[in-house]
């Protein structure tokens, strides 16, 4: 894959070369998240990040990534602030916005929106999330994370064993990070959902035709039982029908410390791309989880930045420069990582 100039904008265009290649830049970036160097390598360059879903950590990561290199970000983060709103096509605002911007980041509603927008676009246009279709940052940030917890224990991702748990329809972060694992050998995927959210029929005979054992389940325990990774889920109620609809699905898998204790191996690491819905008649990953050790959701919003600043890196042609425009930071730095 040639990253530089590229959209990105579905995992599919991934091999696992590419992956690598993001992976070693994203390790590259690790001085300057953790606010030990600064670099100023993308400096006059500016982000636009669109933004018109509800959105904290994928949207503030992008610009916090971009400005980590230097780089200015401009917001558009709702429907009804932009000329959308007026009736503008995705081609009049993609001609106009890349006009001001060197780099653009898309989230909408609509499946299929971004690679539209895209094709107009000047510049390159990351998919931040389009509809319940795909969230490709969000994937290679989990794999990462991922590779990275699994090496911890002296594992890999080859006959890795995932359970995946909740709406694996609507979810886009499942879909994208299932595409992902099928590039690695021998997967072991556990499918736990009501069957009505049960993950598309394309992603699972993809997983099989790739040599993967896929097991789906309306059972939690037996399907978190034997896994090295539990990635849980929330209902995506802004995609259901209406509300009432959403409300039937939500809190029928919790996962919490004592189920955790009873039915997962004791190293068994626990994911969410958050955010985790926290109400009472949902919370699907419940907050007395949150002092074990095994609970990576922060790591997973850790990495994202690192992956965010590697694929700038890369689509922008900086990597080779990163480390020349740097300096150490000059402020008092929290201990954070
Ligand atoms: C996810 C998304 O927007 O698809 N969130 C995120 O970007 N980290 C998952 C979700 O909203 O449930």
């Known amino acids: ?170 979810g886009r972060a499942v879909h994208s990070l299932c595409r992902l694992l099928c590039l690695y050998r021998k997967v072991h995927f556990t499918l736990v959902s009501p069957p009505e959210l049960s993950l598309p029929d394309s992603y699972v005979d993809e997983m099989r035709a790739g040599g993967h054992t896929v097991i789906e389940s309306q059972d939690l325990a037996p399907g978190i039982s034997h896994a090295d990774i539990v990635y849980v889920t929330r209902t995506q109620e802004e995609r259901f029908p209406s509300q009432e609809e959403a409300e039937k699905y939500k809190g029928l898998f919790r996962l919490n410390q004592s189920i955790y204790t009873q039915f997962c191996e004791p190293n068994t690491v626990i994911m969410h791309p958050l955010p985790r819905d926290s109400r009472g008649n949902a919370n699907e990953l419940d907050n007395d989880l949150n002092e074990n050790p095994n609970l990576a959701i922060f790591r997973q919003t850790d990495n994202g930045v690192l992956v965010r600043m590697a694929l700038f890196a890369l689509i922008l042609d900086v990597v080779h420069l990163v480390d020349k425009y740097a300096r150490d930071v000059s402020w008092y730095t929290a201990k954070r990582f």
């Open 1 to 170: 894959m040639n990253f530089v100039g590229a959209h990105v904008l579905s995992v599919s265009q991934f091999d696992r070369d590419a992956i690598e290649q993001v992976f070693t830049v994203a390790d590259k970036m690790e001085p300057y998240a953790h606010r030990d160097r600064v670099t100023r390598v993308l400096e006059g360059a500016i982000l636009g990040n669109m933004f018109f879903e509800p959105s904290t950590r994928t949207r503030v990561s992008f610009g916090c990534a971009f400005n980590l290199l230097g780089g200015e970000v401009r917001e558009t983060t709702e429907i009804k602030t932009s000329s959308l709103a007026k009736g503008e096509s995705f081609y009049d605002t993609a001609r106009v916005l890349s006009g001001y911007s060197d780099v653009i980041v898309m989230r909408h509603q609509t499946e299929g929106s971004v690679q539209e927008f895209a094709t107009a676009s000047r510049v390159p246009v990351l998919n931040g999330g389009d509809g319940s279709n795909e969230h490709p940052s969000q994937a290679l940030l989990d794999l990462y994370t991922i590779r990275k917890e699994m090496a911890a224990q002296g594992k890999d991702i080859d006959n890795l064993r995932i359970a995946l748990i909740g709406d694996l329809r609507y």
